[in-house]
């Protein structure tokens, strides 16, 4: 629809097995799936970002919302297919940008409102992925 076939997933495991189980689903997922992967771990980062913010743990808070950034940035906003994708893609991309804008806002002032915002957002946007590829596969 509005991406373009690749992109990555982003996913450190805590163990090789866990590395090795996240690399086979890239290696096996369509670019739907990869699509659906990528909003998978930055909504997981985000949450990540939400515990250490509120144990005050500031470094990890920061590595979390970079990982959120990073997929927002390199994976969602660079998986957009402009040219086939026409104002849907445009309007997505504005959003994206909107949702980075809230994660910096939330690293910056230590904002959780601002992280829920963007995982909301987030949500709402991989909620109307995954009925696309229901719709789909039905």
């Known amino acids: 629809m509005t991406y373009s076939r690749g992109g990555a997933a982003y996913g ?6 866990a590395r090795v189980g996240v690399e086979s689903g890239v290696m096996s997922a369509d670019p ?21 913010m509120q144990a ?7 590595k979390s919302i ?6 927002v940035n390199n994976g ?11 104002e849907i893609a445009e309007r997505l991309a504005s959003l994206y940008d909107y949702i980075v804008r809230l ?11 601002s992280l829920n915002q963007a995982e909301s957002l987030l949500e709402d946007i991989a909620s109307a992925w995954r009925d696309i590829g229901q719709q789909q596969s039905a």
């Open 12 to 17: 450190r495991g805590a163990n090789a097995y």
């Open 32 to 52: 739907h799936q990869l699509i659906v992967m990528l909003f998978d771990g930055a909504q997981a980062a985000i949450r990540a970002a939400r515990i250490h």
């Open 56 to 62: 005050g743990n500031i470094a990890e808070k920061g």
């Open 66 to 71: 970079s990982k959120a950034l990073d997929i």
């Open 76 to 86: 969602l906003s660079a998986a957009l297919d402009q040219d086939k994708g026409g």
């Open 103 to 113: 994660l910096l806002a939330a690293n910056l002032r230590n904002d959780e409102e």
